[in-house]
C-alpha cells in the first residue's frame, strides 16, 4: 500500500513536471506565463495523486494551451493627425464553464507573455465564482496616459473594429482592468453596437447603470473582499467589530472595502496612493477620502487638510508598519514583500486578505502562512468583481434589472461560497488552511471535470 501511494506520487509529480518542462521549451520567453503556471502546477500535484485519470486525458497540456491568441493591428490618428500604430490582444484561453471572460488592459507593458498569465489565473478564478464563464483577457500596448478625449475615443473604436468579430454575449464577453474605466466601455460599446446593428449589451461589461450596466458592479470588489473576510474570521469566532485594519491604495476597491468594513463596525486606520499614506488613528473619514479620490482626483497627502490629527508620510510601504489586526492590500501587485509580511507579524496582524493582483510576493506569502496568519488570495478575494461582472451579463440576458440589495445580495452568498469551496479543497487534499492551495485546485477541478464530459478535442 505505502509503495502504491509513493508510486501514485511520483506519477504525479513527474506528470506536472513534464508538462511544465514542454511549457518552458515552447514558451521560454514568457516569464510571467510561466510564473503564473508554475504557482498553480505545484498545488495541483496533490490533485493528480487523488485523480489519475487527468493524467490519462493529459488535462494539464490542455488546460494550459489557450484556445486561441488574437494579435491585430490597431491603427489610429491623434489630434496633430499623427497616425499611430499599436498592437492589440485577446487571449481566449478556456470555455469550458462559459463564455471567455476577462478584462481588457491598455498599458505599454502589455504583451503577450503577460495577456497569457492573465488569462490564465482567469480561469480558475471565474470558476471559483459558481457563475458561468471561461477565461480570457486582452488589451493594447497603447498608453493612454496623457491621452484626449477624442484620442481615447478613437483609439477604442479602431480597437473594436477589429475586436468584434471575435467576441460576442455568447461567445466572449470582455470588461475592463488598467487603462479600461467606464469611458472606455462607453466608446467600446458604442463601435460595437455600431457595426453589429444590434443591442448585444451582454457583449461586455462595466457598463453604466441604466445603460446596461448592474447596480453594485462599482462597489463589489472592495464589498466582496470584506464578505471573505467576513468567512474567514467567522471560522475563527470572530467578527470585524472594533478591529483595527490596515487597508493600502484609495482606488475603486480600497474605497469600498473600508466602506464596508466601517459597516461591520471595523476601524479603519489607513490607506494610501503611490506617493505615500495616511495614518488616521481615529479612523478614516470615507466621505473625505471619496471627495479627494472621487470628487477631486487629488493627492492622498491632501487628506490632511481635512483632518489634522492625521499623519501623511511619503513611501508606500510604510503602511504595513501600523500595527493591524486585519491587513487588506487594495493597491497594486507586490506591494508586500518579506520585511512588510515580518513587520506585519510581529505588530500582530491575524488575517490577510488581497483586494488588489497579486500584491504579496512568493516570501511575504510563506512568512504569512507559516506563522498561521489566515490568509486570503487574490484569486478567491477579490473574485466579486468579475462575479457581479457575471451577474451583469445574467441582467443582460433576460432584460431586467435586480435592484442594489438583490446584486449585493448575491454577491454576499457568492463570497461564502468561494471560501467554503476553497477551505473544503485545501482539507480534501491534505492542505487544510491553506487558502492558496484550496482555491487552485477548487477552481482547477471543475474546470477539468468539465474537460473530461466533453471528449477529446
Ligand atoms: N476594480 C476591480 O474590480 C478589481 C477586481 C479585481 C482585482 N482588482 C485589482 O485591484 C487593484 C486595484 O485596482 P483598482 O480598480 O482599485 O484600481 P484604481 O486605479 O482605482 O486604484 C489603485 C490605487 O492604488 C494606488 N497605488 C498605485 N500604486 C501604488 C503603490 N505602489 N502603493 C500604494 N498605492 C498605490 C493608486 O494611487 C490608486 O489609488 C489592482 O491590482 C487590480 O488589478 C481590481
Known amino acids: 500500500m505505502t509503495l502504491e501511494v509513493l508510486s501514485k506520487k511520483s506519477a504525479a509529480q513527474q506528470y506536472v513536471d513534464s508538462v511544465f518542462e514542454q511549457l518552458k521549451q515552447k514558451n521560454s520567453h514568457q516569464v510571467e506565463f510561466l510564473q503564473a503556471a508554475e504557482e498553480i502546477f505545484i498545488s495541483l500535484v496533490p490533485v493528480f495523486e487523488q485523480h489519475p485519470e487527468y493524467i490519462e486525458h493529459n488535462i494539464l497540456s490542455r488546460i494550459v494551451e489557450p484556445d486561441r491568441i488574437i494579435s491585430f493591428r ?61 477565461g480570457g483577457k486582452g488589451g493594447s500596448d497603447f498608453n493612454p496616459k496623457g491621452k484626449s478625449d477624442s484620442e481615447i475615443m478613437r483609439f477604442c473604436q479602431a480597437f473594436m473594429t477589429e475586436l468584434y468579430r471575435h467576441i460576442g454575449p455568447d461567445v466572449d464577453v470582455p470588461a475592463g482592468d488598467i487603462g479600461v474605466g467606464g469611458r472606455e466601455i462607453g ?41 471573505f473576510v467576513e468567512q474567514m474570521l467567522l471560522d475563527a469566532n470572530e467578527t470585524f467589530e472594533d478591529k483595527i485594519v490596515a487597508v493600502s491604495g484609495s482606488g475603486n476597491v480600497a474605497i ?30 470615507l466621505e473625505v477620502l471619496k471627495e479627494i479620490k ?19 508620510t511619503e513611501g508606500c510601504t510604510g503602511v504595513w508598519s501600523i500595527p493591524c489586526d486585519i491587513a487588506l492590500p487594495c493597491a497594486t501587485q507586490n506591494e508586500i514583500n518579506g520585511d512588510s509580511a515580518r513587520t506585519l507579524i510581529s505588530n500582530g496582524v491575524k488575517v490577510v486578505a488581497e483586494g488588489a493582483n497579486m500584491p504579496s510576493d512568493l516570501e511575504a506569502i510563506n512568512e504569512f502562512l507559516n506563522n498561521g496568519i489566515l490568509f486570503g488570495p487574490a484569486k478567491a478575494a477579490n473574485a466579486g468583481g468579475v462575479a457581479v461582472s457575471a451577474l451583469e451579463m445574467a441582467q443582460n440576458s433576460s432584460r431586467i434589472s435586480w435592484t442594489f440589495d438583490e446584486v449585493d445580495g448575491k454577491l454576499r ?27 487552485n485546485i477548487a477552481g482547477f477541478v471543475k474546470v477539468a471535470n468539465g474537460l473530461l464530459t466533453e471528449g477529446v478535442y
Not at 192 to 207: C, F, M, P, S
Not at 269 to 285: E, F, K, L, Q, R
Not at 421 to 427: H, V, Y
Request: proline share 3%.
Open 74 to 134: 490597431v491603427t489610429w490618428q491623434d489630434d496633430q493627425n499623427q497616425v499611430h500604430v499599436n498592437r492589440g490582444y485577446r487571449v481566449q484561453f478556456n470555455n469550458v464553464v462559459g463564455p471567455y471572460k476577462g478584462g481588457l488592459r491598455f498599458h505599454p507593458t502589455v504583451n503577450e507573455s503577460i495577456m497569457k498569465f492573465l488569462a490564465f489565473e482567469q480561469i480558475f478564478k471565474n470558476s471559483l465564482t459558481g457563475q458561468p464563464i471561461g
Open 187 to 227: 466608446y467600446l460599446w458604442g463601435q460595437y453596437k455600431r457595426i453589429r446593428g444590434a443591442y448585444e449589451a451582454g457583449v461586455l461589461t462595466g457598463k453604466q447603470p441604466g445603460y446596461g450596466g448592474s447596480l453594485a458592479r462599482k462597489e463589489a470588489t472592495g464589498y466582496g473582499l470584506v464578505y
Open 256 to 285: 469600498y472595502a473600508i466602506e464596508k468594513a466601517q459597516q461591520f463596525g471595523a476601524k479603519v486606520v489607513t490607506c494610501s496612493d503611490s506617493s505615500g499614506y495616511i495614518y488616521d488613528p481615529t479612523g478614516i473619514d
Open 294 to 312: 472621487e470628487v477631486k482626483g487629488d493627492r492622498i497627502s491632501t487628506y490632511v487638510n481635512y483632518r489634522p490629527n492625521a499623519v501623511y
Open 413 to 439: 452568498n457568492i463570497m461564502k461560497s468561494i471560501y467554503s469551496e476553497s477551505k473544503e479543497a485545501a482539507e480534501k487534499y491534505g492542505y487544510a488552511g491553506n487558502l492558496v492551495v484550496g482555491a
